[in-house]
T-cell receptor
Framework: GAGVSQSPSNKVTEKGKDVELRCDPI?????LYWYRQSLGQGLEFLIY????????KSGLPSDRFSAERTGGSVSTLTIQRTQQEDSAVYLC???????????????FGPGTRLTVL | GENVEQHPSTLSVQEGDSAVIKCTYS??????FPWYKQELGKRPQLIID?????GEKKDQRIAVTLNKTAKHFSLHITETQPEDSAVYFC????????????FGKGTHLIIQP
């Protein structure tokens, strides 16, 4: 079946503007994750959802970042008043929730490359 | 919170030789340790993972070892091939991977022909 998809693939915006990034998880995957990858860096965890709720928002870098998930499927990551340091690739992943004592492979999407001018 | 350190940042090996990448973690509650491979411009893909109740896991040319006492785990690739060239990331999770993963900063593996 189809993998995780994200849109747009590229987004160029001006400093101070708001942006919305979209993630479509693999059908049937209850868990959804957002990560940020800056140039040449590792992946930084932002937030994850179990169904529509977000048990852990600890990775969001500031209150300009927010995310929602409705219907247990599509998720949107919103960055308000973008800054140049927000430039990065934003990756979404999804997984089946097999429980804390099992293996829960996270499947990644292709990412959205955000450039803030 | 969890902190994952990964070494080396760059590793160059001759084709056919073995490559070893090492990671340490700080949170003793971590119980799931995946390894991802990311080719240039592509998404990260899981190549192998291990849980804390297992000391070693092998899949063809790839193996992962875990030392819970020392809080470190390693990726071993034998008989390296040109297609192994990529950036490899280790990660750790205290929720079996059901929660967010904490990643190392990556190792750029270069296979010399």
């Amino acid at each position: 079946g189809a993998g995780v998809s994200q849109s747009p693939s590229n987004k160029v915006t001006e400093k101070g503007k708001d942006v919305e990034l979209r993630c479509d998880p693999i059908s049937g995957h209850t868990a959804l994750y957002w990560y940020r990858q800056s140039l040449g860096q590792g992946l930084e965890f932002l937030i994850y959802f179990q169904g529509n709720s977000a048990p852990d928002k600890s990775g969001l870098p500031s209150d300009r970042f927010s995310a929602e998930r409705t219907g247990g499927s599509v998720s949107t990551l919103t960055i308000q008043r973008t800054q140049q340091e927000d430039s990065a690739v934003y990756l979404c992943a999804s997984s089946l929730d097999r429980g804390l004592l099992s293996y829960n492979e996270q499947f990644f999407g292709p990412g959205t490359r955000l450039t803030v001018l | 919170g969890e902190n994952v350190e990964q070494h080396p940042s760059t590793l160059s090996v001759q084709e056919g030789d073995s490559a070893v990448i090492k990671c340490t973690y700080s949170d003793s509650a971590s119980n799931y340790f995946p390894w991802y491979k990311q080719e240039l411009g592509k998404r990260p893909q899981l190549i192998i993972d291990i849980r804390s109740n297992v000391g070693e896991k092998k899949d063809q040319r790839i193996a992962v070892t875990l030392n819970k006492t020392a809080k470190h785990f390693s990726l071993h690739i034998t008989e390296t091939q040109p297609e192994d060239s990529a950036v490899y990331f280790c990660a750790a999770s205290a929720g079996g991977g059901a929660d967010g993963l904490t990643f190392g900063k990556g190792t750029h593996l270069i296979i010399q022909p």
